[in-house]
């Protein structure tokens, strides 16, 4: 079985602030894949990254990066330079090549101006 | 990725009653999934829409509750049967684009079990 772990239930920044959220992944498979979601206000599911679980290199888009750290099951994200736009809640989760998706719980980030 | 879409949008429904939600994609795909979101919660896989045989649920769902149906490579349903207020949340179905291994969400159906 699987086990996601989003360690804030809600954080809270002003404008340009950074902010890192955390997921930890939990699964006895050996090959996986993680990944981040966004889910605005008005609900629709935005697809930010997959990772595969057999590369640990970071990645950066834009304002976004990801750290995945495979000896500690953390994918963690940062939002730089935060904006209202980022307000959203923050799904991370796993799966496997079958496309079974398993989700955390969700992070509300509420990005003040 | 691929372009989803969901019938209904949203829909209010009578105790006992049964609603079926119809997700249509504009490109073929190798894989779709049916996921329920309860209000304020997390998604939870329901079950993998097979084409043209029987879909495999995850457990806590079963086929006579949430009938679901495949028949081609961009279309599938979900019923949702015998409603309750319990059945009240969003059902967002899912793909895996042909070639790809993202997974794109559906836009949802709001449902509202009175």
């Known amino acids: 079985a699987q086990k996601v772990t989003q360690a804030q239930t809600e954080i809270s920044v002003v404008e340009k602030e950074d902010v890192t959220l955390d997921c930890v992944y939990e699964?006895?498979?050996?090959?996986?894949?993680l990944f981040w979601y966004k889910q605005p206000p008005s609900g629709e599911l935005v697809f930010l990254i997959r990772?595969?679980?057999?590369?640990?290199q970071n990645e950066i888009s834009g304002r976004y990066s990801w750290n995945f750290q495979k000896s500690t099951s953390s994918f963690n994200f940062t939002i730089t330079a935060s904006q209202v736009v980022d307000s959203a809640v923050y799904f991370c989760g796993g799966g496997t090549s079958y496309g079974k998706l398993t989700f955390g719980q969700g992070t509300i980030l509420t990005v003040h101006p | 990725s691929a372009v989803i879409s969901q019938k209904p949008s949203r829909d209010i429904c009578q105790r006992g009653t049964s609603l079926t939600i119809q997700c249509q994609v504009d490109?073929?795909?190798?894989?779709m999934f049916w996921y329920r979101q309860q209000p304020g919660q997390s998604l939870t896989l329901i079950a993998t829409a097979n084409q043209g045989s029987e879909a495999t649920y995850e457990s806590g769902f079963v086929i006579d509750k949430f009938p679901i149906s495949r028949p081609n490579l961009t279309f599938s349903t979900l019923t949702v049967s015998n409603m309750s207020p319990e059945d009240s949340s969003i059902y967002l179905c899912?793909?895996?684009?042909?070639?790809?291994?993202?997974?794109?969400f559906g836009p949802g159906t709001r449902l509202t079990v009175l």
């Open positions: 699964t006895r498979d050996t090959t996986y894949y």
């Open positions: 990772r595969n679980s057999f590369d640990e």
């Open positions: 490109s073929q795909v190798t894989m």
């Open positions: 899912s793909v895996v684009p042909r070639g790809g291994n993202e997974q794109f």
